[in-house]
Every structure is written in structure tokens, then in C-alpha cells.
């Protein structure tokens, strides 16, 4: 303790709060140098108040004359410290804002228990600085709390919450035991608050997410890269997770990355910890997901008929309410893979597959870019119900030695599905519908793709297969095109197999110049179908119909530069069809124009009035036949094999 004396004011010196206590002269201002050293961060500038009612002592702010600061620095000791006396006469702290919790006797040395002091500042605005404070008993703090290179140290099973906002930069304020929690009410979160660290290749991120899920409602990321070697599992209904933004370019660093090392862990995987299967009122709610990449180093393709579970972006299972919205995921087995969920919304989502990454085997190394698994059973139709995706994308770069590459898959039974604005390209079948066998009487209903682009596919654009009777499906307003050449696996834009549904085509473009084999529309073994008023380009088989019934086509059919080898419209073994394409082109670019092709085409009706005969190569002769003979010119209808044929005017 020091006096000096400058132009008549009495300046004084305590080195300690203790100092302080035991000072002769209550007057005046004092500098205090520490609270329980000199250099502590707890000291500050203090004046007497001999009014100041001593039930006012607080232990920071307001220091009771007549109380005494404890030998010993426990928990009796504080709680002695804390406690108020009677009578009048305080020493009062100058300050303005937010209180140092260092004022009121925390240490921040890891090592002493300050519980008590945060306890008794949880209810002003504080400031945690530069030290590592411990605390093992549960708090509340009802005001705001700023860390300023402050940590907080669980070392129990306590639980710390902030019931306003935490003020804090991007860096590790909590220190938790895998048993403490802490929870911000009011307050979005930095993974890094929670120990993450970002741009370090050799840690993993993966359980700072989890233990963070617990804590905080929403965490945002940095325009960072953060790695992870396991999968990253939320299970906390919900849970925020937001980046900075996705890479469209190397060049674009304002962006978030999660990178995953394993060659066969999910990135991301969202499933409850309990639910029942046919209840989803007791599946996880509300997780959100947005603006960041998803990209694997490493990968190893799953063993054959194990294909579902392969390593995905994100799955998520048993889920309602899932948002996930601008997530870019790169180089999986899977991009996107649901299973059980209800009411999902992904929207801007892209996955991804090139040779950027090289499988440590090719054997059953394959592509699916979206899967929605319906071979579970969620108590509705469907084994996804309400699915909603919009302008979602599925592409290959590069030629990576790939068995099958499917953009999105609609595996099993489906219910309230609506596919807006899907996008694909270079991969072999853009939008996969194969109901296996799960073809049953319930639970494949009401799916719509509207709007889609299925762009440079290698073997069909859409393919539906094993579909039940039962079943309901809308296509409308899409464009396809094949990938150039001919041969290999190509089918078409369009093809139904096995496929029982009431099934609509709209609206929509199949442009097949690019491919000397693709079919536009192939109709095989199916019954229910309905293909109207779209427009099929330049296909060397523009409609083909096999071992089908009950199938309506009014679509036009348009070659200007490509002559096809079979008929316009070809019809094997198909009963109870009506058919009225709209048929032109080049002259005689068509051999004939529709054939009804066996003596087991019976039945159907045949409406040639919107042909053009000069696009036949032998005109009104060729324009229909049925079995071996051509129907003839005539201004009435007439009947082909029990077929009822009309518009054949002379």
C-alpha cells in the first residue's frame, strides 16, 4: 500500500482486495492493483461511499467497509465473502458496462473452482477475459455474457445456460467433460466455441458437431475447411447447421467445406436415437442443413446388393420436417439418401461424382446421386412421404469407371412426392422409379416430376418399372436428350417396364439427335400409360409399345434429318390402346408410319388425321399396317384386325 500526494489529491495504492479491506483511511479514491494478487485482472479504481448501505456488498461492485475478505479462497470462504453484513460505509467500484467476473474474485487459472463467483454475477451483463475458468454446478445466466479470450471448464455433470446472447469471436469459449452441457437459449454458435479446428486435415470435427447439437440450436460455419474421419451424427430435434456457401469454383474461397477422410462412413447422418417405426410423430423434427460442400478423399464401394449402404453426403432416416437447402456433396457413393422420412425439403442441393477421386476398388463402384428409400415402413403409403425437391442437381464430371449411375433413385414405395426442377447429366439414368418388390397394392401414389432436364443420359432419361396398378404418377414439362453415339445400354427418354400405374407424360421434349439408338418413348409389359402432347425429335425409333395395354398416346413425332429404321409409332402385342400422333418431317423420312405389328394387336383404336404422308416413304400405302396388311384410304372408319382405324382420307 502506497500514498502520494499530487496537486492536493490523494492518490492510494492497495495491492489486494484484502489490502483494500484493511485500510485506516476510508476516504477519498483508491487504485486497486489486484483482488487476490497485484496483475490478476481483478483490481480497479474504487471511492468511499460512508453512506452506502453494506447490504449492498456484492464482492465486485460494492465492497462493504466492515466485511472481512476470507484467509482462505473455498467454497466457505466465499460463501462467508458473498454473505452481507450490517451497517453503512462501502467502497465502490468505478466502471461503466459490462462487469469482469475477475472483479468479483474468479481466478481463470484451470485450476480453482469459480462456480461461486459465476453464480453470483449470473444476472448482469459480464465479461469472461483472458483465462480458463472452472465451474462444476449448474447456471443461469440471465443477461448477456461476453467472452474476451475468456474459456469456460465444465469439470462435472453440470449444466451452464445462457438465457441471452453470448458476445464472442470464432474461438474455443467452452471447455466440456463428455457428461456437461451447455445450453444458449437466445443465440446462434461458432463450432469453434466448442473446441472445432478448422483447416487442420489431422482433426476431427466430427464430435465437436455432436456435442454442440446439445448446446446450441443453430451453429454457423466459417468459409473454412473443416475435416472429419467418422460420421457426423445430430440426433437433436431441432438442430441448425449453416455455412458459409458453397464452392462453385477452386478459385472461390468464401465458402464452407466438410471433408471427409473415411473411405466408408457417411459425412452426415440424421436418425433419432428412439422412435417407433410406424409413428412418426416420434421421428426426429426439424433439422436444418444449408450453404456449405460435402466432399470425400477417400472411397470404397460397398460389397454387391449392400448398395444402400454405402457412404452418402447425408442420410437421413426416420426424420420430419428435414430442411436441406444449397448443400453440395462430391465424390460419395451416395449424394443424398432418405429412408423413413416425412416431409422433406431439399432445395439447391447438388451431388456430384468425378475422377477427382480414385476408389480403392472398382468392383461395384456406382453413383447415385439422390436415393429415396421405400422398402421401410413408416405407418403411411409410403416409405417416404411428402417429399418435396426443388432445383436439385445430379452430375458426372470426367469418365470415372462407374457400374451404374443413377441421378435420383425412387426405390420401393413412395407417397406425396414432388420432384421440381431436378437436373441431371452425363449419368447413366437420370430419374430411376422401380417399385421392386415393394409392388403392392398401397404406398406408390401421387409422385409428380415437373420441369426437369435430363441432359446427356447414357441409358434412359426417366425409367419406371414394376409399378402396381394402383398407382399414380405425373411427368410433365421436361426436356431429355441422350449422350452422342449409338449402342451400349441406351434405352430411351421416357420407358415404362412392368409398369402398372396410372402414369401421365406431358408436355415435354425428347431431343434425340445427339443418339443413332434412343428411343423416345418405349412402353414395355406396362399397362396405364398415358403420353400426351409431347414432342419427340430426331429419334431413330421415336415410340415403341410392346406387350402393353390400356395405353393412350396424342404426343408428336418430328424428324427433319435423321431417318428412322422402324415405323413412327411401333406397336407389338399391345391390346385396348388408342394412338393419334401427330406425324411430320422430311419427305419419306419415315419407312412407314404406324404398325400394329402382330395379329395380338387387337382392339386398339388408331387416329391418323395430324399425319403427314409426305414424311412416309410410300405415303398414304405406308401409313398404317397391321399384321401383314396396310389399311386402305377411305373417308369413313374402318376396322383392321379388330382394330378400329380412322383418318385414313383419300
Partial sequence: MALTKVKNVIDITADTMADLLSMQHKTGSVQLLGYHERGDGGGGVFYWDASEDCASHNGGTVIAGNQSFPPVWDETGQALWFSTTVGTGCWKREYSGAVNVKWFGAKGDGVSDDSLVLSEVKDLDITLTSGVYKSNTDITFSSVVTFDGGVLKHTGTNTTTFNKAIVAKAVRIFDLSAISFVKLVNTDGYLEWFGSEHSNGAFDNAPVFEKAQFCVKKIKLLPKDYWISTTIDLSVEGFEVEGAGIHWSPSNTNATRIINTSATADSIKIKPTTYTFNNPNTFLKEVKLSNFDIIRTALTPPILGNEINGGAGIRFEYTLYTHITNINVENHYIGFLMSGTVRTNLTKCFAFRSTAITPTTSVNDKFFGYWLNGDVDIGLAGGNASTYMDTCTSSIGGSPVLEEEIGLFLK???????????????????????????????????????????????????????????????????????????????????????????????????????????????????????????????????????????????????????????????????????????????????????????????????????????????????????????????????????????????
Fill in 412 to 650: 420401393g414405395r413412395y407417397v406425396d412426392n414432388f420432384i421440381h426442377k431436378f437436373e441431371s447429366s452425363f449419368v447413366g439414368t437420370g430419374i430411376l422409379i422401380d417399385a421392386g418388390s415393394e409392388a403392392v397394392s398401397t404406398g406408390q401414389v401421387d409422385l409428380h416430376i415437373r420441369d426437369a432436364i435430363i441432359d446427356v443420359f447414357k441409358t434412359a432419361g426417366i425409367r419406371i418399372m414394376n409399378t402396381y396398378v394402383n398407382g399414380t404418377m405425373s411427368i410433365s414439362d421436361s426436356y431429355f436428350a441422350p449422350i452422342s453415339g449409338s449402342g451400349g445400354s441406351m434405352l430411351g427418354c421416357v420407358v415404362f417396364q412392368n409398369s402398372h400405374a396410372d402414369a401421365t407424360v406431358t408436355n415435354c421434349q425428347m431431343i434425340c439427335i445427339p443418339n443413332t439408338t434412343a428411343l423416345g418413348i418405349y412402353v414395355e409389359n406396362s399397362s396405364g400409360v398415358t403420353t400426351k402432347d409431347n414432342l419427340i425429335s430426331e429419334a431413330t425409333r421415336p415410340y415403341l409399345v410392346s406387350s402393353s395395354s390400356y395405353v393412350i398416346m396424342e404426343d408428336s413425332i418430328s424428324n427433319t434429318t435423321r431417318t428412322t429404321t422402324i415405323p413412327a409409332v411401333y406397336v407389338q402385342n399391345t391390346t385396348k390402346s388408342y394412338f393419334k400422333p401427330r406425324l411430320r418431317g422430311a419427305a419419306s423420312i419415315f419407312p412407314e408410319g404406324l404398325a400394329l405389328e402382330d395379329d395380338v394387336c387387337q382392339f386398339n383404336e388408331v387416329n391418323l388425321t395430324s399425319v403427314d404422308t409426305t414424311a412416309i416413304t410410300s405415303g398414304y400405302k405406308a401409313l398404317l399396317r397391321s399384321g401383314g396388311a396396310f389399311a386402305r384410304q377411305s373417308s369413313i372408319n374402318q376396322v383392321l384386325n379388330n382394330n378400329l382405324i380412322s383418318g385414313m382420307y383419300p
